[in-house]
């Protein structure tokens, strides 16, 4: 069976075209170039044992190859483009390499590096691997060879790669790396693409790890640049920030944005809502809505569900469903997690009636309620020892194609042992569980 072409003997050959490159002094011969493509093309189709016969077969040939230190007349620099990134000359980077052709050093500097990186260009496989068999082989990485090695990862959107970077970057001492986070963002401005690509990628992992400030400080990076940031990074950081009690940062951070010539978008505002509702500034959050109209922003149903959900939080249910209504009668969007809002705000005030009321509304207005606002209703009811009320709503609910679960089901046996109701609550018990409902967490 013939093996497929091995990815590791690519990467190694990778190596090897690179030491044929940069023999010092004299551009590579036609010899060697056939001798490297002829073994290059024809492995693609041998087998895997094969391929290693001719790699060792090719490393003998590459120890006639005497080594020496890399100059500024190398073929490599020669033979790729003009660098798209100049980087500053500097001392030689001395590597220690040890290969079964025997042991070996290998100079290179940083600029042979980014060099290398420009002409990986296309094939984003070959420089990962030539970005790890430095660090491995002990090259220290500074801040032109992150950054070149970056471009590669950008221009074909590997997120992933790119996020696991950024993660070592910033799980790194600025001793270690040589290099602070401000440098790297220096390098990469020459291009505001990449850029704003990091530093989206970057705010990111900063909220990832909770730190905020330096989250904050990469946004600002772009200003100072000239930039405008990415409106999804804006709104990622400010949500993060209300998600984690900073409510006062998110709001700042906004109206700082907005100042530099930043358009909020929908979510945006819903963010924003989100923010003044935690605050309790409501007539403030009223004001966003008409803003949005005077800009032409049309409200979605989060920036809706979002001031509904504010108002119930704070007992104020009256006024969350009297928005709805009122948003409803506009013809904005309004879905079942406004409903819900409403309901559960009615609930927790113990208002009952009027919970009872919206779930008929809802249901009028051809919106399907979905058991969390059924859970809601009877375990209120329950609280209240209204069992007929929360049996009859669970009936309903069943009856709907909504299936039941073991919180919903934990509140009516509750209620039950404590209405004295025990030898009941064992035979529902058993009935629910020979229908095979999960009740393994039934209290």
């Given at each position: 069976?013939?093996?497929?072409?091995?990815?590791?003997?690519?990467?190694?050959?990778?190596?090897?075209?690179?030491?044929?490159?940069?023999?010092?002094?004299?551009?590579?011969?036609?010899?060697?170039?056939?001798?490297?493509?002829?073994?290059?093309?024809?492995?693609?189709?041998?087998?895997?044992?094969?391929?290693?016969?001719?790699?060792?077969?090719?490393?003998?040939?590459?120890?006639?190859?005497?080594?020496?230190?890399?100059?500024?007349?190398?073929?490599?620099?020669?033979?790729?483009?003009?660098?798209?990134?100049?980087?500053?000359?500097?001392?030689?980077?001395?590597?220690?390499?040890?290969?079964?052709?025997?042991?070996?050093?290998?100079?290179?500097?940083?600029?042979?590096?980014?060099?290398?990186?420009?002409?990986?260009?296309?094939?984003?496989?070959?420089?990962?691997?030539?970005?790890?068999?430095?660090?491995?082989?002990?090259?220290?990485?500074?801040?032109?060879?992150?950054?070149?090695?970056?471009?590669?990862?950008?221009?074909?959107?590997?997120?992933?790669?790119?996020?696991?970077?950024?993660?070592?970057?910033?799980?790194?001492?600025?001793?270690?790396?040589?290099?602070?986070?401000?440098?790297?963002?220096e390098v990469l401005s020459v291009n505001s693409g990449v850029l704003i690509w990091v530093l989206d990628m970057l705010v990111k992992e900063y909220v990832s790890v909770g730190m905020f400030d330096d989250a904050i400080d990469a946004l600002f990076q772009l200003q100072r640049r000239g930039f405008v940031p990415h409106i999804m990074s804006c709104n990622f950081l400010m949500n993060s920030l209300i998600e984690h009690g900073k409510v006062d940062m998110a709001l700042a951070i906004y109206e700082h944005l907005k100042v530099s010539g930043l358009n909020p978008n929908d979510y945006t505002y819903g963010i924003l809502l989100k923010a003044l509702c935690r605050k309790g500034n409501f007539e403030e959050a009223r004001d966003v809505f008409r803003e949005m109209v005077e800009v032409g922003v049309h409200p979605n149903a989060f920036t809706c569900s979002t001031y509904i959900e504010g108002l119930c939080s704070h007992k104020r249910s009256d006024s969350g469903y009297e928005a709805l209504r009122a948003f409803r009668a506009a013809k904005w969007p309004i879905d079942t997690f406004a409903y819900t809002a409403v309901i559960r705000g009615f609930c927790s005030e113990m208002k009952l009636k009027e919970a009872v009321e919206v779930l008929f509304d809802m249901v009028n207005e051809g919106v399907a309620p979905d058991v969390y606002i059924y859970g809601a209703l009877i375990h209120a009811y329950c609280k209240t020892r209204n069992l007929l009320q929360a049996l009859a709503l669970h009936k309903d609910m069943v009856s709907n194609g909504i299936k039941t679960n073991c919180v919903i089901l934990s509140s009516i046996f509750q209620c039950m042992c404590e209405m004295g109701m025990v030898s009941e609550a064992v035979d529902q018990f058993k009935e629910f569980r020979d229908s095979g409902i999960f009740l393994d967490e039934v209290l």
């Open positions: 069976m013939v093996t497929p072409y091995s990815y590791v003997a690519r990467t190694q050959l990778l190596g090897f075209k690179l030491l044929l490159l940069h023999k010092p002094q004299t551009s590579p011969t036609t010899e060697n170039l056939a001798f490297f493509n002829g073994f290059f093309s024809a492995s693609r189709s041998v087998p895997y044992t094969e391929i290693l016969s001719r790699l060792i077969s090719f490393r003998k040939y590459i120890t006639r190859i005497q080594l020496t230190r890399f100059n500024s007349s190398s073929a490599l620099a020669q033979l790729s483009p003009a660098a798209q990134y100049p980087v500053s000359e500097e001392q030689t980077v001395y590597t220690y390499r040890k290969d079964c052709a025997g042991d070996r050093f290998i100079d290179l500097n940083a600029s042979r590096v980014v060099e290398s990186f420009n002409n990986l260009k296309n094939d984003p496989n070959l420089a990962c691997s030539f970005f790890t068999q430095l660090k491995e082989s002990g090259f220290q990485h500074n801040v032109d060879t992150y950054a070149a090695f970056i471009r590669v990862l950008c221009r074909w959107r590997l997120d992933r790669k790119l996020q696991s970077l950024l993660s070592e970057i910033v799980g790194s001492k600025e001793s270690d790396l040589g290099f602070d986070i401000t440098a790297l963002f």
